[in-house]
């Protein structure tokens, strides 16, 4: 093939009128017409000096440019790098410099703020939108609409996308042509998509989830997405009745769940809901099937891999684990020193298969301490595969509080207090503590209008949890930080809570 990534994921559509994407507003655009811009964008970059291999990194909201320039970036064979918007000017100053990225796009709004980083960087830098004012959109307008596209091969770098660097400086995963390519295949079948669906598409598209996983599935299925700039419940519900499947992180579920028209009725041209990013808590699987009559898609993945495990489409979707190791993925749990553990132990998650990426940018002692040399990565996560081969993840190893001497897992504890009346959700952390090294704390938000007593969530416990294992201070919140995907930020729990014991 010329180009391994390109030309599974776009070449079928090049002369489709189908629709591609449904956009707030009532407009669509066709398949063919988004290949047009991206062509018109792979010229663009040719333009401003990318060459195969050079790094581009884009910090733009969600657009359907944006994700044209993404597809630009595969056609014309350069690595793409994509940022949070939410990231400062000094986080992309890092970002930029460490790729070594040859041009920053941006939304113009941005332009003043990073301009003074993207110089420090030895980056060129413009802005996307078309406004008239020789942005990188306004120069692609008068470019041809096909472009000769670069031969990559499946191991050819396609992406740099960077960790969240909770365990030290972020890190950038390479991943390839094949990564990629390989793993929305599996998922593709797996999750049975086909030109029938619909896909409403409200995550963003910096991330795995939102952009390797939803939208090279539509991508390979040759299906429409209704592609929403960001998760807004009214909005959703209202296109809800013109998909077929959703993806989203447990927010979504939970925040759909609290509108009242959230019925049999809404969702019944639906076939697929599915949850990742962060842990769906079994409460919210119980209420979304009693309320829509479906049960939760729950998967795990992650940056450097992709997805690796899924409860299965036909099978038993079982609330509290992430399901079985998809196809061509091997799932191992492990000690320490990477030997396997017997079923039903508690150990480090590491997985091979097609879909884990290459290594670390710049950092080869980084990239031996996680990627072993038989191919075997090791997740950081702890799990334990029951008998029959489903997984369930129990935290972070950083997340493990040792107390005592004794290992406490958060999720068994979170999941004890999650199911007492009147909890919404929990975050269980280890904090520095004179005696015990780290004492067990319970970060705790009650539901709306529940009143919650520290005395009495620790009665409740006290029944079910041995006394090293109970929390040591409970705290009530009204909600726990997150980040942009909905995971908890345990770490500044950790922080706010530090100095909790040596006051």
Known sequence: MRNHLYDA???????SERTFLILPGGTDLSYRGFLALTARYSHALRAAGLQPGDRLALQIEKSPDMLAVIAAAIQAGVVFLPLNPAYTPTEVGYFIGDAGAKLLLADVASLGALAPVAEAAGAGLMGLNADGSG???DAARALPDTFPTELRAPGDLAALLYTSGTTGRSKGAMLSHDNLLSNARVLTEAWRFTDRDVLLHALPIFHTHGLFVATNIALLAGCPMIFLPKFDAEQVIGLMQRATAMMGVPTFYTRLLADPRLDRTLVAGMRLFVSGSAPLLAETHREWQARTGHMILE?????ETNMNISNPYGGERRAGTVGLPLPGVEVKVCDGAGAELPRG?????EVRGPNVFQGYWQMPEKTREELRADGFFITGDLGVMGADGYVTIVGRGKDLVISGGFNVYPKEVEDLIDALPGVLES???GVPHPDFGEAVVAVVVPRKGAVLKEEDLRMAMARDLAKFKQPKHIEIVPEL???TMGKVQKALLRERLRELFQR
Do not use: C
């Not at 998967?299 to 940056?303: A, F, I, S």
């Not at 132990?345 to 998650?349: A, D, L, R, S, T």
């Open 481 to 483: 930080p997150r980040n």
């Open 299 to 303: 998967r795990y993945g992650m940056t």
């Open 9 to 15: 994921l776009f070449d079928p559509h090049a002369v």
């Open 135 to 137: 942005s990188f959109a």
């Open 345 to 349: 132990e508690v150990g480090v998650i």
């Open 427 to 429: 975050a269980v952390i």
